[in-house]
């Protein structure tokens, strides 16, 4: 618990240290330290049911131009959570018609809906077609800071979340839920309303990101928008960091999304190659996450202080 909120003091207190020269850079890449993150606990909080999305990326994409959509007409706030309602609306139509499904199958159903959102924002006259759509900076471009507090705010949602789920008894029902559907049952778990939930708080958590996303970005385009990419980075940042915790996706969030920035900064074209290498290799070898190695070591050092 103390790491997560070292981690949250961290991030708030960011803008205020002395960055010098790297002050925009990395105030950049703090912002999307924070939304990926965030979009990384929202999926997780589904996978603690045992469920495989790759409808994250949709989710994204909803949230991402519900906001950029509504944003001129009712400002900013409205804006971001109308995005994410559609979201969540989105959520709980997928959930419905899915849920009963499991593993791969579920997956690839999210896959498909994934893409036939792509292929309407492609076709809709009012999305910008192929062609994209313009999104004006929060506030007016006013606050200079207001899209990486607003991100912080999406990333401090998310771990609020998380935390209520991993430290109430909600947590029991996804564990059973992810062990056994038929013993879950029999326990008196109703299994598809705590899917249908975690999928739905998920989703709302996923469009935020993807609303905050749009207005630092200024622009959406239906390939970025709703790419199978932020479905894939949704689901490898908690598995990296460690799946079914909170501190787990922070941890792997802060140095995968910091090393893409970096790698894209100094390697520049060629820099997918290194960081999928370096990503394969830690998945290899560490199994249980950057957590689970903090662990193993932690107990290392009591074993040797014993001694």
Do not use: N
């Not at 990926?36 to 469920?51: E, I, N, Y």
């Not at 900064?265 to 996450?289: D, H, T």
Request: one cysteine or more; glycine letters at 14%.
């Amino acid at each position: 618990m103390r790491g997560v909120f070292a981690f949250l003091l961290l991030f708030a207190l960011l803008p205020f240290l002395p960055l010098g020269v790297w002050r925009a850079f990395l105030l950049d890449v703090g912002l999307f330290v924070l939304l990926f993150t965030a979009l990384a606990l929202s999926w997780d909080l589904v996978a603690r049911t045992g469920q495989l999305s790759l409808a994250h990326g949709a989710f994204f994409g909803l949230g991402a131009y519900g906001t950029g959509l509504l944003l001129p007409h009712v400002g900013t706030l409205p804006a971001l959570a109308l995005g994410a309602l559609l979201a969540g609306l989105g959520a709980l139509l997928l959930g419905s018609v899915t849920l009963r499904l499991h593993g791969l199958y579920f997956a690839i159903a999210s896959l498909a809906f994934s893409e036939v959102l792509r292929t309407l924002a492609l076709k809709l006259g009012f999305t910008g077609g192929p062609i994209g759509l313009p999104v004006p900076p929060p506030f007016g471009g006013g606050l200079p800071l207001a899209g990486y507090y607003l991100a912080f705010a999406v990333l401090a949602l998310a771990v609020a979340l998380s935390l209520w789920a991993e430290k109430s008894p909600f947590r029991l029902a996804q564990a059973a839920c992810r062990q056994s559907e038929a013993v879950a049952r029999v326990l008196g778990v109703r299994v598809v309303r705590v899917k249908l939930l975690s999928l739905f708080l998920g989703s709302l958590v996923a469009g935020l990101s993807g609303g905050v996303y749009a207005m630092k970005a200024l622009f959406l385009s239906p390939y970025e928008a709703f790419s199978l990419a932020r479905a894939v980075e949704a689901l490898v940042i908690p598995i990296f960091g460690g799946l079914y915790t909170t501190l787990g996706p922070l941890l792997g969030g802060v140095v995968l999304v910091g090393l893409e920035q970096a790698l894209r900064l100094w390697i520049q074209e060629g820099y997918l190659v290194v960081y999928g290498a370096l990503l394969v290799l830690a998945i290899l070898f560490l199994p249980k996450g950057l957590l689970g190695l903090l662990g193993e070591i932690g107990r290392a050092c009591s074993r040797g202080r014993r001694a």
